[in-house]
């Protein structure tokens, strides 16, 4: 009696042929991947692919203006897993080749936002309008002891809004999810000025809206 299957290993479809006589089983195994390319994305940076990349960070590149380079130097016939560089790729590669030297690092990114926050109440022109982290709750504003919102507004966005907003004129909210590891939102207040354009008038993160 032989018997065909299909299992799946580890997301992996590989096919297997179970042939059957009195007590004997013998399986013949294919290990081809079946079902999915080589995906790009999932690939790994090379070691002189990552070496270049530190070069740019050594020189104070800053981290947006690394991804802006290195993402639009790919052609429809170039592309590689150097063009799917994501600021965590920058962030590993900072720490695997020392140079974040000078630098306070923080134990978690909760830390680093609270340092950053501090830092903006305590300047002139103050970005942070209101900020609640988890672990107190805000009865007044309906939050919970486990969420989080931070406000960010500034002076620029404050004078467009007052210029830009009138009596019965259009304002529009809007959110986007699932772009982070925590799942926090971004919702963005929007007003339109006279020449039917949005403008940004106000951002805020939250663990939900």
Known sequence: MNLYLQISVDGIMTQCCYMCAFTAIH???YAEHKGHGNDVAHQQLSRDQRAQIAG??????PFDDVLERIQLSGDNTSVSRLHFLSKQDLQNITRDFALARGITQYASDADSVAAWVA???GGHDPLVRYVKFPGAEDTERGLGEQDFMLIIMSAAQVAGLQQLYRPMSEVALDS??????????LTTLMVVDEHGEGFPAAFCFSNHV
């Open 119 to 121: 830092n903006q109440q």
């Open 56 to 61: 740019m960070l050594s020189m104070g590149i």
């Open 27 to 29: 399986v013949s195994y």
């Open 176 to 185: 986007t999810h699932g772009t982070n590891a925590y799942d926090y939102q």
